[in-house]
């Protein structure tokens, strides 16, 4: 079974641009997860889509957002790039929404701001 | 406090050694505790859980010791080895599907 897909694995950007990440979760799985990753904060939760719902959301700026499609699959888009927006950004599928369902993540995007 | 405060920061034990990683939080809704772990250039893989109503829940060479009256939790690996090298991240599930995690430790077995 693959695993957890997400497209580009590098990206890097300029501060005001905006950027669109990709998701691709492990077949039959309806939950996509998204975790930003940086040195600092650690890992910190942005938001969980669930049959094309948000059900959950972080605590970071509208700046930052996402949907699913109705194939699972998710993007992450975040607009008007600040520096402080480099980070590894991970994605993590299970099969249901929930802490008892096993989330698997991908090898996450690096996105650098400059 | 949507946090879990996690110890220490690195650890360096020696192969067949037992290292023990702490973690503590303060918020009762938090309801589920996964440990996770994370090799370099990969995403974090779930290593155990357990659920607050339980004491010890072992694995293979993981354990996870859990007092709820003193909110915290702690991973133990037995019998340490070098391939066991990793950052670990304790963390908590919030409001039925935010994972709040700590900050992480990372771990070196030396051979």
């Known amino acids: 079974k693959a695993g957890v897909t997400q497209t580009p694995r590098y990206l890097i950007k300029t501060r005001g641009q905006q950027v669109t990440l990709s998701c691709s979760p492990i077949?039959?799985?309806?939950?996509v997860s998204w975790y930003q990753q940086t040195p600092g904060q650690g890992l910190q939760f942005l938001f969980e889509?669930?049959?094309?719902?948000?059900?959950n959301k972080g605590n970071f700026p509208g700046r930052f957002s996402g949907r699913q499609f109705s194939n699972s699959r998710s993007e992450m888009n975040v607009s008007t790039l600040e520096l402080g927006d480099s980070a590894l950004y991970l994605c993590a599928s299970s099969m249901g929404s929930g802490p008892y369902n096993e989330q698997f993540f991908g090898p996450g995007t690096r996105l650098t701001v400059l | 406090q949507q946090q879990v405060k996690q110890s220490p920061q690195s650890l360096i034990v020696q192969k067949g050694g037992i290292p023990i990683i702490n973690c503590a939080y303060e918020n009762t809704a938090f309801d589920y505790f996964p440990w996770y772990q994370q090799f370099p250039g990969k995403g974090p893989a779930l290593l155990i859980a357990i659920r607050p109503d339980v004491s010890e829940k072992k694995e293979g060479r993981f354990t996870i010791s859990f007092n709820k009256s003193a909110k915290q939790f702690s991973l133990h690996i037995m019998d340490s080895q070098p391939g066991d090298s990793a950052t670990y991240f304790c963390a908590a599930y919030y409001q039925g599907g935010k994972l709040i995690f700590g900050q992480g430790t990372e771990l070196s077995v030396k051979p």
């Open positions: 077949s039959g799985h309806r939950s």
């Open positions: 889509y669930f049959s094309e719902t948000q059900r």
